[in-house]
């Protein structure tokens, strides 16, 4: 597959979204859990996995498009091969 700039951009903003939406997921979980809320252990696990695996995908997304966005910025180079 060829990648472009616009794919570039595509990745890093779904990448930040994935950042800043699954830290305040995150957040928002250990307030609960510090208000005392009673759940199962269950939920807590899950939704930490759930907040780990997010955030991972996050920080592959960011690099690909990072490396999209530095290949494709060359004068020499219009798309680049992942």
Same mark, same amino acid.
């Given at each position: 597959? $060829?990648?472009?700039? +616009? %794919?570039? @951009?595509?990745?890093? /903003?779904? =990448? /930040?979204?994935? @950042?800043?939406?699954? /830290?305040?997921?995150? +957040?928002?979980? @250990? #307030?609960? %859990?510090?208000?005392? #809320? #009673?759940?199962?252990?269950?939920?807590?696990? =899950? %939704?930490?996995?759930?907040? @780990?695996?997010?955030?991972?995908?996050?920080?592959?997304?960011?690099?690909?498009?990072? +490396?999209?966005?530095?290949?494709?910025?060359? /004068?020499?180079?219009? $798309?680049?091969?992942?």
């Amino acid at each position: 597959m $060829k990648f472009q700039r +616009k %794919h570039a @951009v595509l990745f890093l /903003a779904i =990448a /930040a979204w994935n @950042v800043f939406s699954y /830290a305040n997921f995150g +957040k928002n979980l @250990v #307030e609960a %859990h510090q208000r005392g #809320e #009673e759940r199962p252990t269950g939920y807590w696990v =899950a %939704h930490i996995v759930l907040i @780990v695996v997010n955030l991972g995908i996050a920080g592959v997304l960011g690099r690909l498009g990072v +490396k999209a966005w530095r290949a494709t910025g060359q /004068a020499s180079v219009d $798309k680049v091969s992942a």
